[in-house]
């Protein structure tokens, strides 16, 4: 342990000594293991936003969605379906269940004249299981329902038609057919890409249903639930099972998943990301090493004078190999944790990622898996880098001293 403790004490002097050559290994290395910190730092912000983004359009992991229809287009006694969801749910105990029923056309009356607005009817617990994000105001509460003007939450393009009013005044929307009325206007939904100006209207489900006692042709409503992804696999089957019991014949009852997670393409994506910028992080890595391994070689060339005294003094091969090969590794490990330092400072700051990634709304801390790989790999270029110039340095006798 002395002996350790010796060589340790002889590679710090060195550092001292050799300011410029340490600091221009310095930076290099701390250039490279930040760029590796921050790939596989971005990688961990990137997986979790496509994830969210795969929320949007399928629902969080692990969203099963149940539908029934018949083998011959009949229509379909939807109110009866559904109080038949409600029991099953119920013995089950589910915590987030949404219905969901789209292909509803709105007549609306705006400036320019009444025009057919795409809607969808839903339950509040839809913007759970989808990750709804809004540009203003809220999305639908429990109670909603019991209110005079029932709430819409529409698109940013409509909003546009309607004035863009703000939503402390209380925007109305006036809307005409067998769901007439006047609607409340609690919330926008931002653009979804460049050039997206859909015309969309959000409605309650229950509210329309108060309203209209049959839902309109082409309508078909869905219920989608929000489970534990060990759950899934489980309670899909059983599920089915007893949502078919009973079922008068000729419907058929579909259970399946929606959401990212089962699908393995969105999956091989993602690890096919992660291999791609791993990558790109080695190499930049490599570049680092190679770059260091030639400074080092270079100043034991200039070293060979300092060593043979050493050698002269006493000090034994052994004790001259460790004493190099952790100057190398001090060096490298102190780069290190100043390049891990620099990219949690610049990532954790709250500009960063909400300009990088839009719109993500659990925004991860900084992973520990990133500076744990930065540390580990300085420590391990720093040794790589330092075995081959203390190898050099156990070929220096003192003779060589005198040479020089």
Known sequence: MS???????????????????VLLSLIGIAVSVAALTAVIAFSEYQQQYQTEQSDRWGGRSATIVVGIATENGDPVDFDAFGERFERVSERFGFSHTARVAQGVMFPVQLSDGVVDVNGRLLDPAYSQIHREQLLEGRWFRDGDAE????PVVITEALWDR?????????PTLAISGDAGGTYQVIGVVPRQGFGDEELRVDVLYDSYRS?????????????E?????DQAAEIGPVLAMDLRAGLPEGQAVTVSRSDWAASPGMADSMQTF???????????????A???????????RQRVREIGVRRAFGATAGRVFVSVLLESLVATTVAGVIGIAIVVAVLRSDWVIPAMFSGMQDVPPFPMRAALTGLIASVVVGAVAGFIPALVALRVKVIDAIRF
């Open 3 to 21: 002996g350790f403790l010796g060589a340790l004490a002889d590679a710090w002097a060195e550092i001292r000594v050799h300011k410029l050559r």
């Open 147 to 150: 209110v005079l003007a029932p």
């Open 162 to 170: 309607i004035g863009r009013a703000p939503l402390n005044q209380h």
């Open 211 to 223: 309203r209209v006692d049959v839902l309109p042709e082409g309508a078909w409503p869905q219920y």
């Open 225 to 229: 639930i929000w489970l534990g992804a």
């Open 274 to 288: 992660e291999l791609i910028t791993g990558g790109i992080a080695m190499l930049i890595l490599a570049l680092g």
């Open 290 to 300: 190679l770059s260091l391994i030639n400074i080092q070689l270079v100043a034991m």
